[in-house]
């Protein structure tokens, strides 16, 4: 069986224009070989004969042959931002960590098809500089940055925090591409503007990565040892109707939470539940540059 053809695959395109001079499949700012019309110039500043347009030169005043000029497709760096803080590592089926493995591995396949670049940094606390890959081009990234983060998987995790994340994205501030955030979002957002305010450049795309587990109370059972993710405390919920409707209540305003804060930049977080959707993730794109 080929593994290529069994990779899934989702297609993303910036809803703006970038810059940059290496063909792809993104709308660019560049004049060059691309099918949208920009404008018309004069055949001597713009040599190449092909692209005369007879109509327009002799309508020209004063008279002189004109050619089209277009705007070429480019390609743009893409970089994926993983949380793999201990709340990561928890999931009833597989871990969230495991899910994000499969997101960064389709993403790798993807960015290749669409001839851009991929790479990847992750944070915790603070900034784990040995999990960072830089951008590259090439048929594998994606499977070597998925295996790295399935590593990471494996080891104990440590407490996640905002300083980690902004430590990480420091290294992207000003540049363009694609910036994919990848985390559970269970720590204080309140410094999060600011760290998307260094981001205004790039096309950024939250991914909230939760659990059937810890959205959904179970359906069975009066009595609930829990354990926090991030501090190892352990508790016991007494589950009754008042507090599962607690429990739901409390995730619905952590979503419209996450949802308001970006929204206010005009982002939609995408959010995956216990499993990776790739078609699902190509209507997000479709919907965003609709």
Same mark, same amino acid.
């Given at each position: 069986?080929?593994?290529?053809?069994?990779?899934?695959?989702?297609?993303?395109?910036?809803?703006?224009?970038?810059?940059?001079?290496?063909?792809?499949?993104?709308?660019?700012?560049?004049?060059?070989?691309?099918?949208?019309?920009?404008?018309?110039?004069?055949?001597?500043?713009?040599?190449?004969?092909?692209?005369?347009?007879?109509?327009?030169?002799?309508?020209?005043? @004063?008279?002189?042959?004109?050619?089209?000029?277009?705007?070429?497709?480019?390609?743009? @760096?893409?970089?994926?931002?993983?949380?793999?803080?201990?709340?990561?590592?928890?999931?009833?089926?597989?871990?969230?960590?495991d899910v994000a493995a499969?997101?960064?591995?389709?993403?790798?396949?993807?960015?290749?098809?669409?001839?851009?670049?991929?790479g990847m940094l992750a944070?915790?606390?603070?900034?784990?500089?040995?999990?960072?890959?830089?951008?590259?081009?090439?048929?594998?990234?994606?499977?070597?940055?998925?295996?790295?983060?399935?590593?990471?998987?494996?080891?104990?995790?440590?407490?996640?925090?905002?300083?980690?994340?902004?430590?990480?994205?420091?290294?992207?501030?000003?540049?363009?591409?694609?910036?994919?955030?990848?985390?559970?979002?269970?720590?204080?957002?309140?410094?999060?503007?600011?760290?998307?305010?260094?981001?205004?450049?790039?096309?950024?795309?939250?991914?909230?990565?939760?659990?059937?587990?810890?959205?959904?109370?179970?359906?069975?059972?009066?009595?609930?040892?829990?354990?926090?993710?991030?501090?190892?405390?352990?508790?016991?919920?007494?589950?009754?109707?008042?507090?599962?409707?607690?429990?739901?209540?409390?995730?619905?305003?952590?979503?419209?939470?996450?949802?308001?804060?970006?929204?206010?930049?005009?982002?939609?977080?995408?959010?995956?539940?216990?499993?990776?959707?790739?078609?699902?993730?190509?209507?997000?794109?479709?919907?965003?540059?609709?």
């Amino acid at each position: 069986m080929n593994t290529l053809s069994a990779m899934p695959e989702f297609h993303y395109r910036l809803p703006m224009r970038a810059g940059g001079s290496r063909p792809g499949s993104h709308p660019g700012s560049s004049f060059g070989a691309g099918q949208a019309f920009a404008m018309h110039a004069r055949l001597f500043d713009h040599p190449d004969p092909r692209r005369i347009d007879l109509r327009a030169s002799l309508r020209a005043i @004063p008279a002189e042959w004109l050619v089209r000029v277009h705007l070429q497709r480019v390609s743009v @760096p893409v970089y994926v931002v993983i949380d793999v803080s201990a709340s990561m590592h928890f999931g009833q089926i597989k871990s969230k960590l495991d899910v994000a493995a499969d997101f960064v591995a389709a993403l790798g396949y993807s960015a290749f098809r669409a001839g851009d670049q991929v790479g990847m940094l992750a944070f915790d606390a603070a900034e784990r500089e040995e999990l960072y890959s830089p951008a590259r081009y090439g048929q594998g990234v994606g499977d070597v940055m998925a295996a790295t983060v399935r590593r990471a998987a494996q080891s104990p995790g440590v407490a996640g925090g905002i300083d980690g994340l902004e430590k990480s994205v420091a290294k992207l501030a000003g540049r363009q591409g694609i910036v994919f955030i990848v985390s559970d979002f269970h720590w204080p957002l309140q410094r999060l503007p600011k760290i998307l305010d260094t981001l205004t450049h790039a096309y950024v795309i939250p991914m909230v990565v939760w659990d059937r587990a810890e959205v959904e109370p179970p359906e069975h059972g009066a009595l609930l040892a829990i354990d926090d993710a991030e501090t190892g405390e352990r508790r016991t919920l007494w589950l009754q109707g008042k507090t599962r409707r607690d429990w739901r209540d409390a995730v619905a305003r952590r979503r419209a939470e996450i949802d308001r804060l970006f929204d206010k930049r005009g982002i939609r977080p995408f959010y995956l539940q216990g499993e990776f959707n790739a078609e699902s993730l190509s209507r997000y794109f479709l919907e965003a540059v609709a």
